[in-house]
């Protein structure tokens, strides 16, 4: 079994992309936004009810299920059965979830404070990839054809939500280096040596 990655990314600076090929290169399954749905289904709650939280508290990390999945796919996936979501149970289910993602080992998890929940764990490499913003911004104008202005203002918004949303339920700065084993620049570092580089990590 090879030891699981975290992934923690400035937005916009082209890490998705590397994590999807760094996953394929290992035979790694990947998981990012579809760990939505497993805490969801671990938590049993209901789509209103993790709106409503998201709504309340400010957290981000529901909103993946009402951009990316359908409403008759959430509904399918999501337990019937109505529970309540706060931060506590939220942080127990998804302390819980990662811990069991990781103990399966081969796998690539992208966000959800993995660096945090995972930090003390010896069979994990935590790495954070960042870029400056004018490579982030010229990434993501290329990428989705958006304006300079929609691009920063993106970048800032995303950003700004994920250092929330890790100093909220974790105590922790997102940027701290000690979480990591590695931070790559990917402004400056091309996307095949970063892979060589966290594969030499594992």
Known sequence: MGKAITISKDYGCG?????????????YEYLDKRL????????????????????????????FISRYMTEEIVKNILMSRKGYVDDSSYLEALVSLLNDLADRGNI???????????????????VRLIAPLEYKKEYLMKRFS??????EYLIKMREENSAQFVKKMFCEYWNDPTLYHVTINLGVVPKDRAKDIIKGLL
């Open 146 to 151: 958006y304006g300079d202005e929609e691009a």
């Open 108 to 126: 690539v998890i992208v966000g959800r404070g993995g660096q945090c929940v995972l930090r003390y764990r010896p069979d994990i490499v935590h």
């Open 15 to 27: 890490a998705i992309e590397l994590a999807k090929e760094l996953s394929d290169d290992l035979g």
């Open 36 to 63: 939505v749905i497993e805490l969801a289904k671990q938590m049993e709650s209901s789509e209103g009810e993790i709106k409503s939280y998201e709504v309340g508290k400010s957290i981000s990390l529901f909103r």
